[in-house]
């Protein structure tokens, strides 16, 4: 990873809207990529986060081309496209979760308010803290639900005495809007809920820690209908204090809940804009043709 | 975006189907509403009572395709969730169904105006007067419903183009309807009934309009209901 003073190299996914001329392109071959251009704007006036030219290699695989886009302060952005499209790749670069993947190449950059995060003076603990994730599948410690939540505060040291730990234990979970539902068993075993109960307990302890973003990765996929309801309710009131990525797989969500749209085809960012304008009038071919339903 | 719409290569074929069904449902309404407004001038020009009977009684197979259509939508919006020029194409085509149910309605209103001129001997000689704004307005709808069929945006402006030569004609019309009331008193009421047909068939151009519009709003995704002319023409011609 190359340190981070190299802003002027960034900038070929970054202008903005090139509808007509990306048409006749045909992305798929490689040759066209390097000339292909982000249609929409992928800078925000707020960045809490900024990806420049990023590019993702999994050994010769090359998975992120040239990727540039903010993530605005207390937005929800969401990240579609097919399967491959190395979305959830992109995602992964935001809290260097691909860290730990040996075969993992990234370039380019990525900022926080301002400050690289693959600088290598960055603490990746501390990072992930600031950037915490929600997974696909809920993934509980197998500890009861308060050691869930409280696990996160202890080993960052941010509560003194049980009662604090209390304190921020019973926020994260209401955050969650789980409090009601487990207040009287919190010494019960967080594997025990039931699977959205386990999404929003993991949900609780990635917020636990004070994030700034938070990133999720399909949060939803393997949850019934009402529970799904439950968390895009909660990423509702979560972008009050929160910056929040999402990646799905359902178009539906990501209509529901984001305030732009990022749409991803084989490690390229197509299109980028505002989620009414990307559902009702896509400006790119490519994104036309996944949102309605269409092969390419 | 591409400057025509692909209704077809979604993944789902029966999807394609839906879509495709409820835009040639249109266009057969379009057909049948064109039909009812070219027997009801001609009703009214010719003095045809079985003519002006015929297209007043069968109003209500315009207004049970609008229903049909409509519902037809619904049910793809509720099961398909669609998106994008599908989204347009099905929000569109209610507000269409809508537009050709009032074309409908207008043309059931001069058959049943000539109905009554029939009766009346005085009408004879003043009745043919709207026939040219009445061949312009037809020809409008017609072409408005042709862009649509085709998804051509300049044809739908170029069609929509024409609606000031219809108010203009309408305007004429209503002078000399004018100035035959002047000169014969006591046929007011038989003069009045014509130009309510001429009123119709001016408004059928506004609704042709309106058609156009929505062609533009599927293919470009900006409603342009409310731009003037120019405008429209200076965005997408």
Redesign the interface.
Known sequence: MQESDNMNQVTTAASAGV?REA?GLDIRNHADVSAYKTTGNPMVTNPKMSARGVNVFYGEKHAIMDVSLDIGENEVIAMIGPSGCGKSTFLRCLNRMNDIIPICRVQGNIMLDGEDIYHSRQDTVLLRARVGMVFQKPNPFPKSIYENVAYGPRIHGLAHGKVEMDEIVESSLRRASLWDEVKDVLDKPGTGLSGGQQQRLCIARAIAVSPEVILMDEPCSALDPIATARIEELIDELKERFTIAIVTHS??QA?RVSQRTAYFHLGKLIEVGQTKQI???????L???Y?????G | MPDSLNLDQHTSQRYDAELEGVRSRLLEMGGLVEEQCRKALKALVKDNVELAREVAESDYRVNEMEVEISARCTDILALRQPAASDLRVVVSVIRMTADLERIGDEAEKIARHALLLSERRDAASFRGDPKHLGKQAIAQLRGALDAFARMDVRAAIETAAQDPEIDQEFESVTRLLISHMMEHPASVKSLLRVNWCARALERIGDHAVNLCEEVVFQVKGSDVRHLSLSEIRQRYL
């Open positions: 509808p048409k178009m539906q209509a559902f009702t009038n896509p400006q790119h071919e994104t036309e043709n949102i309605t339903g269409r092969f």
